[in-house]
């Protein structure tokens, strides 16, 4: 009852808000028929045509948005292959079977890309490896986003191996179930549901991160806001755009992965 | 064992990365004229190039409009477009001819190309009716050009190893906060952890005569208007262009040098 009421009310609010947001959107489109004088008005009209309408300055925040998803979706996809082979290699170390160099390697890897901020590793790897090449700069950032969260994810996976309780190998194993079976068919599945929720919040850190491709000349969001900005001078309302359109994203990311934790917990009878 | 596995895992990985290193560093030393495929020689040749430039400057504005560009990099400052074109990331770059000149004397695989854009005047810009400060940075701008040290100033920042100017540090009538984008030799570059050039060297004069404290704010181009306009500074000394765009915004002192927007390329892409 009292679940119910609050989200009646949830709604009746934000209607609220969004009919306020609306009356004032409406008095500054016309407030000359309103016969508003205010300097303050005008001027964000003004400023509000300049910075989307003139030359449809807006579609240089769809590019920036486009090409931001598609570094998030290359990176992601890039840093949970990683992570994932990564995370093997430190689960195997973890019940004591080390591969000679390959541990060390993943040891020394994980410590160095954890290390060292993500915008000198960007540099490093457009200035650096990349040096004499001339290379499509979206795939360079998503090497370097990937590289970076690979190292986070290989952390996220192995935790998440490790939470399955030891009996779940034991049971398997007195089943006669060879290591890699049990592995494959029943600590996996489960691990994945320890996974899932952390690997989501990872691709929105990952989302709000992309943002500094633009040392490297990337015209993400970030970037398409600086140049409104750069030929209109004014900061508030380009700067409010990309705020939003990250908000919402990383809003709506966030409510998907709610309801995903929802399904998941559906089969813990505890 | 361990110990010594650990030692040659470390020893390989850093002797790999000093390899990649060296090999991007050595390609891009050799830019040989052979095998250049971007030749330029002309405004109409900029047509379907990569444009470099810094985001926010006049080059910026003529690349996206008047120039066919392929794309345009718009990078936050001119060392990291310099690089990209050594490192032909980019296939030109345009920007102001006399840090062009600077860059090229340290960086002789590149040259510059007048393609015949507009000339161009810089002025020091205050907030929009601060005639105050105007007049002031008029009358210094007047007397330097008057008696020669506008001049000793060009000659004393052209191989960038200019002094600092005095920030008047003694100063009883407050601050006088400049902001600048340090990177632009030789209006301003970086001489140790101060910023220093002939722009520096101007409002030191506008600071001693207001009997204010210098305080200079290092910053990207692109948002020195923006600080201006919102008070965080009270002058632009940045060899900003006096171009009608930024006139909206800020008012501009009177002109204290001539200059012009060119192409630098590589060496191998001269027509």
Redesign the interface.
Known sequence: MQHKQSKIATWVLSAVLFAIFGCFVLIVIFQDRLGLNIASLQTLRTNFINDFVVDSRYKWLLDGFGKTILITVLSTTLGILIGIGLALVKVLEHIGRRIFFVTRFVNIYLTVIRGTPVVVQLLVIFYVIFGSVSVSKVLVASLAFGINSGAYVAEIIRAGILAVDRGQMEAGRSLGLTYRVTMIKIIMPQAIKNVLPALFNELITLLKETAVAGYIAVADLTRAGDLIRSRTFDAFLPLLAVVAIYLLVVMGLTQLMTRLERRLRRSDNR | MKKI??I???FV?VSMMLV??G???T??VTTTTEDESIKIGSLADLDGKII?VQ??TTG??LASDEVKAKSV????QYV?VI??LK???VDCVIMDRDTANAFLKTNTDLVSLDVGFEPEQYAVAVKKGDSALQAVVNEVIAAMKADGSLTASFKAHEDQKGAAPDLNTSAKGGDLIVGTNAGFPPYEYMNGDTAVGVDMDIMAQVAKKLDKKLVIENMAF??L??AL??GKINAIAAGMTASD??KV?VDFSDIYVDALQVVVIRAGSKK
């Open positions: 596995s650990k040659l895992a470390i990985i990649l290193a090999c991007a560093g390609a891009s470099g985001m926010g910026d504005i990099e718009r990078y936050t990291d690089t990209s490192q032909k990331k692109d948002g208007i923006t306009v919102s765009e930024r915004n």
